[in-house]
């Protein structure tokens, strides 16, 4: 009789080929940046802003407009600013808000974040900080279910990139080709890419359910594998590390692979201090990636010690200074750990940090 492991190799090779399909890849794709929601809530934030040059005025934002039903004498298309990632008082950051004269609208972009945001504080940050205008507060997600407060409306990006296109095709065609247009494609396909729920082929369908428990034995041996990598992961870093004590949380960052954050109170937990990472991201074509999130790492000394084991940067967020460092891809998970140690102790030696400030000794 087969084993357990022969049986489901099996089954993986009875796979429809589609399960595997390759999506067409984006700017974001070569950049390095697909699985963060950072850099697509930044360039959604520039096509929202009717003042930059690409020419494309309120289109991004009307077609929010017709999920949002505004008040019919409301000025709409008048934008005074577009913010990204502004701070609440308690230190929180709201993805996108546009910000007009009688207005504010408040944008979620959860690709694929779990929706746990301190939403009430938001409409406090609303009513303190934009006092006098009118609020109105979405929260984008695969599915356009919110599970905010009522008054967040639920949008999901194949409603919303649907308008949009409508929108774009009849601009299009009424203006100059130019590299906006390129770009304004380019976000399309990638959000569609990487937060549009599939719908199933009716082959997919037909083998999910010829193979059912074996996908869920598959889907109980990646939880196991997984669980023992974090758990292998803390112990490294513990043991490497004296005085700090890691913790570990699963997180999917795109296309269902696993990511592996390592974050510490002391270092500012896991939302607001460094943090290092496991990225399982397609290991058996592109390898492992192995990375670290830090604040001012263009301070001289963290990033030559950076430059020296390999890593390079790999995405920035200007408004707050944090950028996310990755080290050379990894054939092996044994290799990334240990590129995860190696970025952990660069951080505990060159950038200690203590609730979200760095200290060029370490010390307080």
Known sequence: MDDKVTILTRVLSEAPTSLFRKKEATIFDVGGASYYENPASDMLAFFLDSSKAHGFGALFLEAFWTHLKPPSDLNWSEI????????????????????????VLFIENKIRHVQDNPFKEYERHASQAFNGKTPFFCVLSPSGISNAPPNWIG????????????LLGTTLLARPFSKWDVFAREIILHLENQATEHEMEPRERAFAEENYTNIVRMAALRDSYVTQLAEEGKQRLNAAITGITFEC????????????????????????GTVVFLHLWNTSV??????????????????????????????????TGWQCWVSPLQKTVDLALNSVLTLAKIAARVAAPVVGEFYQDGTK
């Open 155 to 166: 949008i999901s990006y194949g409603s919303y990139l649907r308008e949009l296109r409508a």
């Open 80 to 103: 005074l600013r577009v913010l990204r990632e502004d701070r609440t008082e308690n230190g929180k950051r709201p993805d996108i808000i546009v910000d007009s004269s009688n207005w």
């Open 286 to 319: 592109n390898g492992i990636t192995a990375g670290l999130w830090v604040r001012d790492a263009s301070f001289a000394p963290i990033k030559r010690e950076l430059e020296k084991v390999g890593a390079r940067p790999d995405y920035t967020t200007p408004e």
């Open 249 to 272: 949380k699963r997180e999917d960052w795109g296309e269902g692979y696993d990511a592996l954050v390592f974050w510490s109170e002391k270092w500012g937990g896991r939302n607001d």
